[in-house]
Protein backbone atom coordinates (compact mmCIF):
# COMPACT_ATOMS: atom_id res chain seq x y z
CA UNK A 1 0.00 0.00 0.00
CA UNK A 2 1.63 3.55 -0.56
CA UNK A 3 2.41 6.05 1.68
CA UNK A 4 -0.41 8.84 1.30
CA UNK A 5 2.51 11.10 1.64
CA UNK A 6 3.96 10.24 -1.24
CA UNK A 7 3.44 12.16 -4.90
CA UNK A 8 2.92 10.22 -8.12
CA UNK A 9 3.73 11.96 -11.30
CA UNK A 10 3.38 11.28 -14.55
CA UNK A 11 4.97 13.06 -17.43
CA UNK A 12 5.66 16.97 -16.79
CA UNK A 13 4.11 18.30 -13.65
CA UNK A 14 5.34 22.25 -14.69
CA UNK A 15 6.80 23.98 -11.40
CA UNK A 16 6.62 22.18 -8.52
CA UNK A 17 8.70 23.51 -5.85
CA UNK A 18 9.40 22.09 -1.97
CA UNK A 19 10.42 25.00 -0.55
CA UNK A 20 9.40 24.79 3.38
CA UNK A 21 7.20 28.40 2.54
CA UNK A 22 5.24 26.87 0.33
CA UNK A 23 2.32 24.66 1.23
CA UNK A 24 0.62 22.35 -1.35
CA UNK A 25 1.49 22.92 -5.07
CA UNK A 26 2.86 26.01 -6.89
CA UNK A 27 1.33 26.59 -10.31
CA UNK A 28 3.86 29.03 -11.83
CA UNK A 29 2.84 30.14 -15.48
CA UNK A 30 5.72 30.65 -18.25
CA UNK A 31 7.27 34.37 -18.08
CA UNK A 32 6.20 34.05 -21.87
CA UNK A 33 3.35 31.47 -23.32
CA UNK A 34 4.57 32.58 -27.51
CA UNK A 35 4.69 29.31 -29.47
CA UNK A 36 2.39 27.16 -26.68
CA UNK A 37 -0.64 25.30 -28.49
CA UNK A 38 -3.58 25.46 -25.87
CA UNK A 39 -5.26 22.59 -27.12
CA UNK A 40 -7.36 21.64 -23.66
CA UNK A 41 -5.70 18.05 -22.69
CA UNK A 42 -3.51 19.68 -19.70
CA UNK A 43 -4.22 19.70 -16.42
CA UNK A 44 -3.06 19.68 -12.98
CA UNK A 45 -4.64 18.83 -9.92
CA UNK A 46 -7.55 16.01 -8.89
CA UNK A 47 -7.65 14.09 -11.98
CA UNK A 48 -9.64 10.79 -12.37
CA UNK A 49 -9.01 7.90 -14.89
CA UNK A 50 -12.25 6.29 -15.32
CA UNK A 51 -12.51 2.86 -16.87
CA UNK A 52 -13.44 2.35 -20.70
CA UNK A 53 -13.39 4.50 -23.83
CA UNK A 54 -14.27 6.50 -25.78
CA UNK A 55 -13.94 9.66 -27.78
CA UNK A 56 -13.99 12.87 -25.98
CA UNK A 57 -12.82 16.44 -26.33
CA UNK A 58 -10.06 17.48 -24.65
CA UNK A 59 -10.89 20.81 -22.60
CA UNK A 60 -14.22 20.10 -22.92
CA UNK A 61 -16.59 19.68 -19.77
CA UNK A 62 -18.35 16.35 -19.43
CA UNK A 63 -20.57 14.95 -16.63
CA UNK A 64 -20.65 11.25 -15.04
CA UNK A 65 -23.59 10.29 -16.34
CA UNK A 66 -24.21 6.27 -14.87
CA UNK A 67 -21.52 4.33 -16.25
CA UNK A 68 -20.36 6.66 -19.35
CA UNK A 69 -19.34 10.85 -19.70
CA UNK A 70 -21.61 13.22 -21.41
CA UNK A 71 -21.12 16.27 -22.52
CA UNK A 72 -22.34 19.00 -19.64
CA UNK A 73 -24.60 21.93 -19.70
CA UNK A 74 -26.63 24.58 -18.16
CA UNK A 75 -29.79 23.34 -19.10
CA UNK A 76 -31.09 20.82 -16.61
CA UNK A 77 -29.90 17.67 -14.10
CA UNK A 78 -30.37 15.91 -17.12
CA UNK A 79 -27.79 17.58 -18.43
CA UNK A 80 -25.12 17.30 -15.68
CA UNK A 81 -25.70 20.88 -14.43
CA UNK A 82 -26.16 19.23 -10.47
CA UNK A 83 -23.97 16.23 -10.91
CA UNK A 84 -19.75 15.41 -10.71
CA UNK A 85 -18.20 17.30 -13.64
CA UNK A 86 -14.50 17.08 -14.98
CA UNK A 87 -12.40 18.51 -17.75
CA UNK A 88 -11.37 15.63 -20.31
CA UNK A 89 -8.07 15.63 -20.79
CA UNK A 90 -7.91 13.19 -23.31
CA UNK A 91 -9.13 12.85 -26.87
CA UNK A 92 -9.79 8.80 -26.63
CA UNK A 93 -9.68 7.52 -22.56
CA UNK A 94 -11.69 8.99 -19.76
CA UNK A 95 -9.68 10.99 -18.06
CA UNK A 96 -11.26 14.40 -16.17
CA UNK A 97 -9.84 16.88 -14.32
CA UNK A 98 -12.01 17.06 -11.02
CA UNK A 99 -10.41 20.17 -9.52
CA UNK A 100 -7.25 22.43 -10.05
CA UNK A 101 -6.01 24.37 -13.51
CA UNK A 102 -6.21 24.08 -16.63
CA UNK A 103 -4.82 25.73 -20.12
CA UNK A 104 -7.91 25.84 -22.24
CA UNK A 105 -8.46 26.76 -26.08
CA UNK A 106 -10.67 30.32 -26.42
CA UNK A 107 -13.66 27.67 -28.04
CA UNK A 108 -13.80 26.33 -24.85
CA UNK A 109 -15.63 29.41 -23.29
CA UNK A 110 -18.72 31.47 -24.32
CA UNK A 111 -18.52 35.16 -23.66
CA UNK A 112 -14.91 35.88 -23.20
CA UNK A 113 -14.19 39.08 -25.34
CA UNK A 114 -10.33 40.27 -23.92
CA UNK A 115 -8.09 40.27 -20.76
CA UNK A 116 -10.32 42.38 -19.01
CA UNK A 117 -11.98 38.93 -18.08
CA UNK A 118 -9.04 37.79 -16.04
CA UNK A 119 -10.53 36.86 -12.31
CA UNK A 120 -14.38 36.51 -13.31
CA UNK A 121 -15.94 33.68 -12.43
CA UNK A 122 -17.23 30.99 -14.50
CA UNK A 123 -20.31 29.04 -14.70
CA UNK A 124 -21.37 25.81 -16.76
CA UNK A 125 -22.84 27.27 -20.30
CA UNK A 126 -26.06 26.33 -22.16
CA UNK A 127 -23.83 25.09 -25.02
CA UNK A 128 -22.77 21.47 -23.84
CA UNK A 129 -19.41 21.30 -22.69
CA UNK A 130 -17.93 24.72 -22.63
CA UNK A 131 -18.04 27.48 -19.72
CA UNK A 132 -19.13 30.89 -20.21
CA UNK A 133 -18.50 34.39 -17.74
CA UNK A 134 -21.91 34.74 -18.13
CA UNK A 135 -24.49 33.09 -15.86
CA UNK A 136 -27.34 31.31 -17.60
CA UNK A 137 -30.35 33.08 -15.78
CA UNK A 138 -32.84 31.59 -18.73
CA UNK A 139 -35.59 29.82 -16.58
CA UNK A 140 -34.76 26.32 -15.67
CA UNK A 141 -31.01 26.49 -16.09
CA UNK A 142 -28.67 25.52 -13.12
CA UNK A 143 -26.34 28.82 -11.81
CA UNK A 144 -23.49 27.11 -11.15
CA UNK A 145 -20.16 28.23 -10.00
CA UNK A 146 -16.92 25.95 -11.66
CA UNK A 147 -14.03 28.19 -11.61
CA UNK A 148 -12.05 31.23 -12.14
CA UNK A 149 -10.49 32.83 -15.17
CA UNK A 150 -7.09 33.14 -14.06
CA UNK A 151 -4.91 34.52 -17.21
CA UNK A 152 -5.96 35.01 -20.91
CA UNK A 153 -3.03 34.60 -23.75
CA UNK A 154 -3.67 37.28 -26.31
CA UNK A 155 -0.52 38.52 -28.07
CA UNK A 156 -1.83 40.92 -31.33
CA UNK A 157 -5.43 41.73 -29.11
CA UNK A 158 -6.11 37.89 -30.18
CA UNK A 159 -7.04 35.22 -27.37
CA UNK A 160 -5.36 32.18 -27.76
CA UNK A 161 -5.57 30.43 -24.77
CA UNK A 162 -6.95 30.44 -21.30
CA UNK A 163 -5.72 29.68 -18.10
CA UNK A 164 -8.45 28.62 -15.07
CA UNK A 165 -8.74 27.27 -11.69
CA UNK A 166 -11.39 24.92 -12.01
CA UNK A 167 -13.46 24.29 -8.81
CA UNK A 168 -17.09 22.94 -9.41
CA UNK A 169 -19.20 24.47 -6.64
CA UNK A 170 -21.48 21.79 -5.10
CA UNK A 171 -24.16 24.37 -4.79
CA UNK A 172 -26.25 25.40 -7.74
CA UNK A 173 -29.24 27.82 -7.82
CA UNK A 174 -32.01 26.85 -10.41
CA UNK A 175 -33.55 29.74 -12.28
CA UNK A 176 -37.37 29.73 -12.35
Do not use: C
Not at 55 to 63: I, L, Q, R
Not at 69 to 74: D, L, N, R, V
Not at 86 to 103: E, K, M, Q, R
Amino acid sequence: MADWRQLLTTGDVGALHTDASVYGHLFELPADLAGYTFVGDEGFGDVFKDTGSGTFNPGSVYFKNGASWAGAQAGSDDFGAKRQVGISLSATDPIFLLNGYAALPLQQFTGLTDVADVGKSLYLSVEAGKLTIIPPYDAGNAIRVLGTVLAIHAPSSSIEGVIIKFDPSSVWIEQE
